[in-house]
């Protein structure tokens, strides 16, 4: 049912692509409905066999609109965000609760700029572990901010899943290395 809807996404184009919650950001499938604690969604994630994906955007994002009907409609990345990643939303300017992996809990928008986060949107891809007292940002395995294209957020998502941080292969060897294969960008 979700090839078919991100077909029928491709083919209707961005108007069926993106839908926006009543908090103005925009809405998918695969995006998690949480208390936004971090140390439960990330357990969460594990126990189903997925990586935590931490998806901060805001209300009018140009960005984000981009990335939601040009990118994450892409089928093989839509399959990825549904059955690879556990993600979940967080809204640079919102008010909701979020605790940190290190026990702090403040408002969405405290919590963005605790973290030093500029940009919308900003995709903070997480281990399958955190250790003791680090916190969100410090926490990250990778962070990516800002809008890309198909080729660079679809190979770094595969980066991510294949632990390439952890290897000698840098991303952007890595995704060079692809470029090559895929001839796009």
């Known amino acids: 049912m979700k090839k078919l809807i991100a077909l029928l996404a491709l083919v209707c184009g961005p108007a ?5 919650g009543d908090d103005g950001l925009h809405d998918a499938p695969w995006i998690q409905e949480t208390f936004l604690d971090l140390r439960e969604d990330l357990e ?14 805001q209300r009018g994002c140009v960005y984000c609109t981009r990335m939601h009907e ?3 409609v892409v089928p093989e990345i839509e399959a990825m ?7 979940v939303q967080i809204n640079m300017f919102g008010d909701l609760e979020v605790t940190d992996f290190d026990g702090t809990t403040m408002a969405e928008k405290d919590i963005v700029r605790h973290w030093g986060a500029l ?12 250790d003791e007292g680090q916190g969100g940002l410090q926490a990250a395995a990778v962070t990516m901010p ?3 294209g198909r080729w660079t957020t679809q190979n770094l998502m595969t980066w991510v899943l294949e632990e390439g941080y952890l290897g ?3 991303f952007q060897k890595y995704h060079a290395r692809l470029f090559e294969n895929q001839g796009k960008n």
């Open 146 to 148: 800002g809008a890309f």
């Open 70 to 72: 040009e990118v994450y």
């Open 16 to 20: 069926f692509a993106a839908t926006l």
């Open 119 to 130: 940009f919308t949107p900003t995709l903070i891809f997480y281990p399958e572990s955190v």
């Open 168 to 170: 000698e292969e840098s």
């Open 81 to 87: 965000l549904s059955e690879d990643f556990y993600v």
């Open 44 to 57: 969460t994630a594990n126990d189903e066999g997925k990586r935590l994906l931490l998806m901060i955007e």
